[in-house]
């Protein structure tokens, strides 16, 4: 009976994991993605600057008129950086930012018509 039980929960858990993979969760940019309602953000660091790529449902976001902050805590240091709109879908630190392995990082992101999202992210 256990046995079942152990084999129902690896099954069950199989099988979620696919899910998880099909919202979209896959860097396009080599960084670290995180979910907030239908939004998919990747952050990624880029020639000493943090770069945050916005998708709605696996399509590019426009992120014109969009604001931000980013803040980034790595080995015991606090560092803040504002965030404006480059590219079709990007927000780009305007400061050098140090997205070390182990980070840790919010960002506020106040989309056009929208409420402000907040995302967290670990560096790996």
Do not use: C, W
């Amino acid at each position: 009976m256990k046995k079942l039980i152990a084999l129902t929960a690896i099954a069950v858990g199989m099988a979620m994991s696919g899910q998880a993979l099909a919202h979209g969760a896959t860097p396009k940019h080599g960084g670290v993605v995180h979910n907030a309602g239908d939004l998919s953000f990747e952050l990624v660091g880029k020639d000493g600057k943090a770069v945050i790529y916005v998708d709605d449902h696996g399509a590019e976001l426009p992120t014109a008129g969009a604001t931000g902050t980013l803040t980034v805590l790595s080995g015991g240091k606090k560092s803040e950086a504002l965030l404006e709109p480059t590219g079709t879908n990007a927000l780009t630190s305007k400061t050098e930012v140090k997205l070390a392995r182990g980070a840790k990082a919010v960002a506020s992101i106040t989309l056009p018509g929208k409420e402000a999202i907040s995302v967290r992210f670990s560096h790996k």
